[in-house]
């Protein structure tokens, strides 16, 4: 079946940029995100990607996106302690018509002052 | 415009009792679905409603799990006889159609089965 890989873990210092990585299987996804989770909050959705694209930037957010790879990746530019939480990769379930998410592990991005 | 809005945020209850998990959807969103979140996991999909119809259900983890919608509106989940390994936080999240690339999220209720 499908499935997301993430890295579990990555620290940086503030200021720095953040580039969390992301593999999935499923090469008839539509579209693939990035969610972010604060501690004790719901899911923000942070940016998302057409497949048919490789890049999309939106201020300090840049997604790159290798089809052939099957590989995503969300680089966070100066880095803020604010951002610490933990990242979502997800890709829309391209094998069915519902709209439904597979997502990753999460990958908690630690920011140190 | 409220966002989705989940209820109880907490639950406690104790092995074997069953338990009711309510999701308000945003206004006149058709698709709704339910995800389970374990702890320091990523988030599972449950099941997935069209209206109040629910094409998949593939990802209910076996028949003590049900769901319905009703007025295409709030939908309720249901654990009977509840186990320890339901531990979760459950997460509903609504968007306008299957289509449509957002999905939006409540804030979830974290179950804890004693």
């Known amino acids: 079946g499908e499935d997301v890989e993430q890295s579990l873990f990555l620290s940086v210092r503030e200021g720095d940029s953040s580039v969390i990585n992301c593999t999935y299987t499923?090469?008839?996804?539509?579209?693939l995100y990035w969610y972010k989770q604060e501690p004790g909050a719901g899911l923000q959705l942070l940016t998302y990607?057409?497949?048919?694209?490789d890049m999309k930037q939106d201020q300090r957010l840049t997604v790159l996106l290798n089809k052939k790879d099957k590989h995503l990746s969300l680089r966070i530019a100066d880095t803020q302690t604010g951002d610490s939480a933990i990242y979502f990769c997800?890709?829309?379930?391209?094998?069915?018509?519902?709209?439904?998410?597979?997502f990753g592990q999460g990958t908690t991005l630690q920011v140190k002052p | 415009g409220a966002g989705v809005s989940q209820s109880p945020s907490n639950k406690v209850t104790e092995k074997g009792k069953d338990v009711e998990l309510r999701c308000d959807p945003i206004s006149g969103h058709t698709a709704l679905y339910w995800y389970r979140q374990r702890l320091g996991q990523g988030l599972e999909f449950l099941i997935y409603?069209?209206?109040?119809?629910?094409?998949?259900k593939s990802g209910l983890p076996s028949d003590r799990f049900s769901a319905e919608r009703t007025g295409e509106s709030v939908s309720t989940l249901t654990i009977q006889r509840t186990q320890q390994e339901d531990s979760a936080v459950y997460l509903c999240?609504?968007?306008?159609?299957?289509?449509?690339?957002?999905?939006?999220f409540g804030p979830g209720t974290r179950l804890t089965v004693t």
């Open positions: 999240a609504s968007t306008e159609g299957p289509n449509s690339y957002e999905q939006y």
């Open positions: 997800a890709e829309s379930d391209g094998s069915s018509n519902t709209g439904k998410l597979i």
């Open positions: 499923d090469s008839s996804s539509t579209y």
């Open positions: 409603f069209q209206g109040n119809s629910a094409p998949d």
């Open positions: 990607i057409f497949s048919n694209m």
